[in-house]
């Protein structure tokens, strides 16, 4: 696939409203958005852990993580995009093609996609409607690879993974889920719209939610209550945006975390199932679910993988 083999980029750009034309540019020429965020609050390490086959950077002069990338990275480095015109001018598509020229002067392999057209964004999810919550702690991200590795990547869903764990994994996730199996997995990017066949990784400091058509919206304030990310919050924003079409796998972690959202989202009919005890290197959480009577299957990982694939078939079967 086209997709899997695509380079990925990653953004360092001061601009929010830059930054978010240049996800939508960039995702809709075939490239992979690895990582893209504003240089302010950043620490070195961060973009150390980031594995990208190019950095495009527009920043101010005086910048020290962009002296770092200029000076020290491992893979080409793009310094600015040009000035972006208004998506309905007819030099937005120029602009785009002298994007694209300057990314393949650099990349070896540029996708071979057909230019946007003014104000074509990529295609929403939210038309095609299947978005399922994967909450985890600890045992999660082996449970989560197991089952991500078990159900096709052609399926028609996507995923955000919520992951009780320290900041300093949170970019190294999409490495660890992603191997041996063709899903594409990426850090949360402001703008960004979910496709099927990806996993979007909800951020550790800043709370996720979902705009009118569906895209990721970052907020600069942390998760409200004793868990990062929020299960409880990301429940809440998921079923807000996506319901009826979604659902919630709670797989092996410590804690209660979102026991009262999967009750929320049992209630409008929504699925949420669990990772069995005996498969989960701690069973507290999905336990939590269990007991409060709102988990409507529960299986190994694998189990649950085959258990998805069916229903989405089933799912999808009337609309054939």
Known sequence: MIEAQAPAIALLVSDEGGRRVLVRTLTGLGYRL??????????????RAVAADL???DVPDECALSDWLLDCSPVPVLLGSGEIPPAQHEDHVRWQRRLRSKLGELLDEPP????????LATPVL????????????LGGPAAVKQFLDTLPAEA????????????????????????QNAWRIRNCIEGSQLQHGEVLVAPINRMLGFGP?????????????AYQPS???????LAGAFAPHCGAIIFSGMGEDGVAACGRLRQQGMEVWTQSSATAACATMPQAVRSAGFSSREGSPTELALALHQWLEQ?????A
């Open 34 to 47: 690895v990582f893209a965020a504003a240089p302010d609050r950043l620490q070195l390490s961060e973009l």
């Open 126 to 137: 939210r038309q095609q409607r299947s978005v399922w919550l994967l909450g985890a702690s």
């Open 156 to 179: 028609p869903v996507a995923f955000v993974y919520a992951q009780h764990i320290d900041a300093g994994f949170e970019h190294q996730l999409p490495q660890i889920l992603g191997r």
């Open 231 to 237: 299960l409880e919050a990301l429940l809440d924003q």
């Open 315 to 319: 799912e999808r079967a009337p609309d």
């Open 112 to 119: 071979q996609v057909p230019l946007l057209q003014p104000a």
């Open 213 to 225: 058509e569906g895209q990721a919206q970052l907020q600069d304030g942390p998760w409200p209550g």
């Open 55 to 57: 950095w495009l950077l």
